[in-house]
T-cell receptor
Framework: KAGVTQTPRYLIKTRGQQVTLSCSPI?????VSWYQQTPGQGLQFLFE???????NKGNFPGRFSGRQFSNSRSEMNVSTLELGDSALYLC??????????????FGSGTQLSVL | AQSVTQPDIHITVSEGASLELRCNYS??????LFWYVQSPGQGLQLLLK??????LVQGIKGFEAEFKRSQSSFNLRKPSVHWSDAAEYFC????????????FGTGTRLTIIP
């Protein structure tokens, strides 16, 4: 069974641009979560989608948005990029939606650099 | 608000030596605790978790962790490290209340020297 796939692996953008990241969950998984990972900050929860609906959202500005498609694939969009958005963006999938006892399976991430 | 502290940013140990990575948490109720490992260029992989019961938890790759409520700690241990254990390790805490999500620590980078 294929794991969680994130594309692209690396991205370089300039300030003010927008970017879209993609995540394909493990087959049969219906929940997708997104995390931002930066040195010294660890992982910060962005949002979670289940059955095409956003079910939970972290403390990030509205420039960060996402969506989920009927096949459970998810995209994350960041508009008006800032230098501080440079980070590794991780996607995780799980079978269902609910509490922390849902096992998360992480992708390898998209490394975004904003110049 | 819940929080996780991993006081060691970087640890270096010799191959074959024992390892202990520290994790302290703050949580208002009985916590669910996790350790994840991130190898270079990879996503996070669950090493072990504690929900309830025996406070000494066994995980994959020979790791174990001990939950100490009195010290609000959940330290990760391995008796003898291998070069392949070089990675970043994250402790996380959460609770099974509705839609609560995990709070992660800032990570500890482990370097193994021959």
């Amino acid at each position: 069974k294929a794991g969680v796939t994130q594309t692209p692996r690396y991205l370089i953008k300039t300030r003010g641009q927008q970017v879209t990241l993609s995540c394909s969950p493990i087959s049969g998984h219906r929940s997708v979560s997104w995390y931002q990972q930066t040195p010294g900050q660890g992982l910060q929860f962005l949002f979670e989608y289940f059955s095409e609906t956003q079910r939970n959202k972290g403390n990030f500005p509205g420039r960060f948005s996402g969506r989920q498609f009927s096949n459970s694939r998810s995209e994350m969009n960041v508009s008006t990029l800032e230098l501080g958005d440079s980070a590794l963006y991780l996607c995780a999938s799980s079978v269902g939606f609910g509490g922390v006892d849902e096992k998360l399976f992480f992708g390898s991430g998209t490394q975004l650099s904003v110049l | 608000a819940q929080s996780v502290t991993q006081p060691d940013i970087h640890i270096t140990v010799s191959e074959g030596a024992s390892l202990e990575l520290r994790c302290n948490y703050s949580y208002g109720a009985t916590p669910y605790l996790f350790w994840y490992v991130q190898s270079p260029g990879q996503g996070l992989q669950l090493l072990l978790k504690y929900f309830s019961g025996d406070t000494l938890v066994q995980g994959i790759k020979g790791f174990e962790a001990e939950f100490k409520r009195s010290q609000s700690s959940f330290n990760l241990r391995k008796p003898s490290v291998h070069w392949s254990d070089a990675a970043e390790y994250f402790c996380a805490v959460g609770g099974n209340f509705g839609n609560e999500k995990l709070t992660f620590g800032t990570g500890t980078r482990l370097t193994i020297i021959p």
